[in-house]
């Protein structure tokens, strides 16, 4: 079981950024794929990044890529998202997620979710 709490959101202007947190519980976070996501009002959960065990790998969604940059630190049991040059249409809640054998993209694969954090971009 591992339960997520995200940090970090909060209202930044277009063309800031912001950088969020993802803190885990367990002693196995090591061994879990982690993801990004988000949804904006009305709209399906997007898959943002992703992260691998050992931070070996990393994998992003051509809206973010070159833009956003996942990490992990696995002694603090903590994912990160850092997040720059951002625009109005990047504001929603951000969630991170664990998965426990597929470094994927879709909700599905993903097993454990945390509450979200808003994050908000005005123009």
């Known amino acids: 079981q591992v339960q997520l709490v995200e940090s970090g959101g909060g209202l930044v202007q277009a063309g800031g950024s912001l950088g969020l947190s993802c803190a885990a519980s367990?002693?196995?976070?090591?061994?879990?794929?982690m993801g990004w996501f988000r949804q904006a009002p009305g709209k399906q959960r997007q898959f943002l990044a992703a992260?691998?065990?050992?931070?070996?790998?990393?994998y992003y969604a051509d809206s973010v890529k070159g833009r956003f940059t996942i990490s992990r630190d696995n002694a603090k049991n903590t994912v990160y998202l850092q997040m720059n040059s951002l625009k109005p249409e990047d504001t929603a809640v951000y969630y991170c997620?664990?998965?426990?054998?597929?470094?994927?993209?879709?909700?599905?694969?993903?097993?454990?979710w945390g509450q979200g954090t808003q994050v908000t971009v005005s123009s």
């Open positions: 997620a664990a998965a426990r054998t597929i470094f994927g993209a879709k909700t599905y694969e993903y097993d454990y």
């Open positions: 367990g002693r196995t976070f090591s061994s879990y794929v």
């Open positions: 992260i691998s065990w050992s931070a070996g790998s990393t």
